[in-house]
């Protein structure tokens, strides 16, 4: 009797043995532990900053072996450009969906040159609450009716979010009022003589067309507006 107690006494401790966890600090990772392994993937992990560094480094002997003349800011410049040029986005990217018509080079330049002679005979409408406005105010277009020439719409089309702009090429076609993208707010804020980008103008033909005194506004609103009739002509709906 003795001996089979013995026997169950040590089956039973055997059993506890193997069902208690193991709590040797050796297999537990504790916080530090933790932290310590974070901290150090982010260091091996290259970042922008060392990625900058190391172009900068590598630029060194160029500078070295070049003229005299280049300077350590055209160094810098150019690694920055080397580090930062593939995270740059295209500009095609950044253009509206609906951007239609947008103009050409060539027929932005004379959009935009009617748009600074607007600046400077103050027949400018610039923002979207004043073009807004304006174009509410104007007569609504009769079905089936052409394009009058009440005022030329210009459009940024690299605006974002596009929902602030979206619903004036509607009122433009409502109102009868012919309109046409670029490509840069920044151009044709500089265009209409303000300081920060713009995402719409609105030029008007003002009292001193009529009488001869706008310093060529009419001419160019004229040709302008030739401009944007033939864009329009080529958009497919």
């Known amino acids: 009797m003795a001996k089979e107690k013995k026997e169950k006494k040590d089956k039973s401790s055997k059993k506890s043995k193997i069902e208690e966890p193991v ?3 050796s297999t537990r990772i504790s916080k530090k532990e933790k932290k310590d392994k974070k901290v150090s ?14 172009a900068l480094e590598e630029k060194k002997p160029v500078a070295e072996t070049a003229k005299k003349g280049t300077s350590d800011a055209v160094v810098a410049s150019e690694a920055i450009a080397e ?8 500009a095609s990217d950044l253009i509206v969906p609906f951007a239609q018509p947008l103009a050409e080079d060539k027929q932005a330049k004379k959009v935009l040159r009617c748009v600074k002679k607007g600046a400077k ?5 610039r923002g979207v609450k004043e073009v807004v406005k304006a174009l509410r105010k104007s ?12 005022g030329l719409v210009v459009l940024a089309a690299d605006i974002s979010p596009m929902d602030v702009i979206s619903h ?3 009122l433009c076609e409502d ?25 719409v103008i609105m030029a008007m033909p003002g009292k001193k067309s009529n009488k001869g005194d706008d310093d060529g ?4 609103y004229d040709e302008a507006i030739k401009v944007v009739e033939s864009a329009q002509k080529e958009v497919v709906y």
Do not use: M, Q, W
């Open 217 to 220: 506004f009419k001419e160019a």
């Open 23 to 25: 709590s040797d600090s």
């Open 41 to 54: 993937a982010k260091l091996r992990t290259p970042d922008a900053a060392s990625a900058l560094l190391d």
């Open 139 to 150: 007569p609504a277009a009769a079905a089936g009716a052409a394009v009058t020439s009440n």
């Open 175 to 199: 109102h009868g009022i012919p309109y046409i993208f670029v490509t840069s707010r920044a151009e044709l804020g500089a265009a209409g003589a303000t300081k920060r980008p713009t995402s």
């Open 121 to 125: 005979n103050k027949c400018l409408k």
């Open 168 to 170: 004036i090429p509607v």
């Open 83 to 90: 580090v930062v040029g593939a995270h740059i986005v295209p």
